[in-house]
T-cell receptor, first 110, second 115 residues
């Protein structure tokens, strides 16, 4: 079983739709969680951190479920510019080297 | 956050040749890493670049194939040696900045194609 698993997609949704991605992790010692966004042929960039209490930033909401060992990303009112690959990133305590998921591809169409 | 510059941004190379990729950071950082991202895949850590000593390689990566230098706290190079088409990939430099809100901060990558 991979340490961090994501559905690669693609998720193909119309503008204005709400879409959600999940990411599961296998290491119960994982302590920090993040979502990165990677545009085509670009480097990954931090989208948002995922806190135990959840985290909301505009149209984006991230949640953590430690009991079931997964994190989620919800995007409301999708925009064409949201089209990208979303990488789940997990960091274990005491480590500076995170584990990256394979990424979930999102395509928002008119 | 740190500004990370990679050179070259892209290259097309002949098999059997070698290419050195440079990573320059605009501030001193403790930890620098080199990743590879093959088409359709996630990021794979090649090695941790250690200042003034040999890099720490991950399983499946060796110094003879991917020699790394890090002469100071702001600069590192990765060489892809004796290239084959399987080495076609994006190579990314990343850094960890303490007191940063993100675990890794990436350079803009080097897109390498081997003919």
């Amino acid at each position: 079983r991979k340490e961090v698993e994501q559905d690669p997609g693609p998720f193909n949704v119309p503008e204005g739709a709400t879409v959600a991605f999940n990411c599961t992790y296998s290491n119960s010692a994982s302590q920090s969680f993040f979502w990165y966004r990677q545009d085509c042929r670009k480097e990954p960039k931090l989208l948002m951190s995922v806190y135990s209490s959840g985290n909301e930033d505009g149209r984006f909401t991230a949640q953590l479920n430690r009991a079931s060992q997964y994190i989620s990303l919800l995007i409301r009112d999708s925009k064409l510019s949201d089209s990208a690959t979303y990488l789940c990133v997990v960091l274990s305590g005491g480590s500076y080297i995170p584990t990256f998921g394979r990424g979930t591809s999102l395509i928002v169409h008119p | 956050s740190a500004v990370i510059s990679q050179k070259p941004s892209r290259d097309i190379c002949q098999r059997g040749t070698s290419l050195t990729i440079q990573c320059q950071v605009d501030s001193q950082v403790t930890m620098m890493f080199w990743y590879r991202q093959q088409p359709g895949q996630s990021l794979t850590l090649i090695a941790t670049a250690n200042q003034g000593s040999e890099a720490t390689y991950e399983s499946g990566f060796v110094i003879d194939k991917f020699p790394i230098s890090r002469p100071n706290l702001t600069f590192s190079t990765l060489t892809v040696s004796n290239m084959s088409p399987e080495d076609s990939s994006i190579y990314l430099c990343s850094v960890v900045q303490f007191n940063s809100n993100q675990p890794q901060h990436f350079g803009d990558g080097t897109r390498l194609s081997i003919l």
